[in-house]
Nanobody
Framework: QVQLVESGGGLVQAGGSLRLSCVAS????????IAWYRQAPGKQRELVAG???????NYADAVKGRFTISRDTTLNTVYLQMNSLKPEDTGVYFC???????????????WGQGTQVNVSS
């Protein structure tokens, strides 16, 4: 099992910045992939950015050049630095980990409780 705790959400004006944190209960090196998702009211949850245990990153087109995902392996924490925020970035941001106990197990998805981000125009 992996527990994830997100923090850092809040209210910010358009053009502003926020940094989200996702603290994992296990070493993030042991976690295959950690990603940030977001869900706006009335919309499906969507991938924002992810990072593999080998530090390979990927981003949704809508956030490329504005958001940066990074990690601190000593703190078992993954960050999402969000700059040049837009009202359409508003939503609940969730952290998800893909992890398996043994090499031959299937990967399981583990979610945090989410943190709210509101961007005002």
């Amino acid at each position: 099992q992996v527990q994830l705790v997100e923090s850092g959400g809040g209210l910010v004006q358009a053009g502003g910045s926020l940094r989200l944190s996702c603290v994992a209960s296990k070493s993030i090196i042991s976690i295959n992939y950690i990603a940030w998702y977001r869900q706006a009211p009335g919309k499906q949850r969507e991938l924002v950015a992810g990072i593999t245990n080998g530090a390979i990153t990927n981003y949704a087109d809508a956030v490329k050049g504005r958001f940066t995902i990074s990690r601190d392996t000593t703190l078992n924490t993954v960050y999402l630095q969000m700059n040049s925020l837009k009202p359409e970035d508003t939503g609940v941001y969730f952290c998800k980990a893909q992890w398996r106990r043994r090499a031959w197990d299937n990967l399981g998805d583990y979610w945090g409780q989410g943190t709210q981000v509101n961007v005002s125009s």
